[in-house]
């Protein structure tokens, strides 16, 4: 776990914690124990010399000066986890609440699983890496995806629905590649078809994919803009259709506050050939939609800096 000491301010939360959350020793004692925090630790400091502000501060000190962050950080956890005083019936529940709610907002997230997510991401990139580390490099496995583009963008005996899956799987073979945190297709459980998931810069975004004869129209965003509203406001959504988006439906969905990115199989072939990464495409499109409320900013446009 990252060695980042405890700001004053968060220090001195937690010391007021522990007067407004424990009433009996035993339960302060247990709740440090659960921690991590050594026994012969709690024991330096008895409840005949010391009070329970005293003790959190004097345990605090010693962690850092000891460099025993991991126990810190399960302290700060625990904490972050408390709905309200352990020993309620003899405290002000209602002031622990308010500590509590007012530590956590300080805090911001859970670190014991914020290093828990950290790790599992990074484990599921290591995987990936090692699955095909030796047999091909980044250059190959790209060189292969746009191979695979190019032959279904020649049709073939193919259906539509059939390309649009195969540009799914292509779709999140590429996020791999270029290292997204993504997610495969699935059904969520309203049982809703979402194409695939991945999180850019804080916001996840849910991926719809299209491979019709002709342009996406506006009642393909509307089904897809329905998904998106539904889930909390971090999310965003990116649209692939391969040949491109109806004028009428880009117009619609424009302008006000505006949650859905669009991508076209022009956009993306000029990432598949190594003109432009996949995270040029999401910066300059996520620049595109902030500043001028504009959803389908061609990526061929990045190059030239219009």
Known sequence: MAKKRLSYDIKARMVQLSGACFWYWNSFHSFMESSGVPRSLILRYPKE???????????????????????????????YQL????????????????????????????????????????????????????????????????????????????????????????????LHLEEFECRKPFRNPGREQIDGRFKFEKFDYLVEVKWTSSTAKQEDLSIF??????????????????????????????????????????DLALVLNGTLTMQDVMKAKIDAIVDDGVINYPARSIRSGH
């Open 49 to 79: 010399a010391f009070n329970k502000y005293d003790v959190m501060r004097n345990v605090l000190t010693v962690l850092e000066e000891t460099d025993r962050f991991d126990t810190m950080n399960r302290l700060v956890s625990n904490f």
């Open 83 to 174: 709905k309200g005083a352990v020993d309620r019936d003899n405290l002000d529940n209602e002031r622990a609440k308010q500590l509590l709610n007012d530590f956590r907002a300080a805090v911001g997230n859970d670190p014991i699983e914020s290093e828990i997510r950290r790790r599992e991401t990074e484990k599921r990139r290591r995987d990936y890496r090692q699955s095909v580390e030796g047999t091909m490099s980044k250059q190959q496995r790209l060189d292969a995806l746009n191979t695979q583009f190019l032959e279904l963008s020649a049709g073939g005996d193919m259906t539509p629905q059939q390309r649009g899956f195969a540009l799914e799987s292509l779709f999140i073979d590429l």
């Open 225 to 266: 803009d329905g998904k998106i509203r539904g889930k909390a406001q971090s999310t965003r959504g990116l649209f692939l259709a391969a040949n491109g988006f109806d004028e009428n439906a880009v117009a619609k969905f424009s302008g006000d506050k505006p949650r859905i990115l669009l991508m076209t199989g022009e």
